[in-house]
């Protein structure tokens, strides 16, 4: 009984599908593959726009800063050679000695040189690879 239940009845059997067209339908079309749409350009690029507008005034307000701390500077540059007066600067003059004498720094006694004197100078050092090739050579016979 539940086969029966299955099959379908014996006169659907016999009949076979046939698709129906229609005149009317039109072709199905293919879609395109997609393309590459450029983007828009940014507003803050577009002359006349709201965005280059506000862009623009900060360009001159970043402008304006600039000029006043140059302004400034200068101002401050200035101030601060008129408070040097060139009578308080005491020029820098070597003393004039004459052909025949001797100097008077030679006869005066030196004081002794400062441990502080060579800092940072490296003195004479002993060259610690004079043969890159036999050092190698050394290298290679160890391991």
């Given at each position: 009984a539940a086969a029966a239940g299955r099959r379908a009845p014996a006169?659907?059997?016999?009949?076979?599908?046939?698709?129906?067209?229609?005149?009317?339908?039109a072709p199905v079309v293919q879609p395109s593959p997609w393309t590459p749409q450029p983007l828009p350009k940014p507003l803050h690029l577009s002359p006349g726009s709201i965005a280059q507008a506000a862009m623009?005034?900060?360009?001159?307000?970043?402008?304006l800063r600039q000029a006043a701390a140059e302004a400034e500077l200068q101002r401050r540059a200035l101030a601060?050679?008129?408070?040097?007066?060139?009578?308080?600067?005491?020029?820098?003059?070597?003393?004039?000695v004459a052909r025949g004498t001797a100097p008077a720094a030679k006869t005066a006694p030196q004081a002794a040189p400062s441990r502080f004197a060579k800092m940072g100078i490296i003195g004479d050092t002993e060259p610690g690879m004079t043969d890159l090739d036999a050092v190698l050579r050394r290298r290679r016979a160890v391991g």
């Open positions: 006169g659907a059997r016999g009949q076979r599908f046939e698709p129906v067209h229609f005149v009317d339908e623009a005034s900060v360009d001159a307000a970043a402008q601060m050679a008129e408070a040097i007066a060139p009578s308080e600067v005491t020029p820098i003059t070597r003393p004039v």
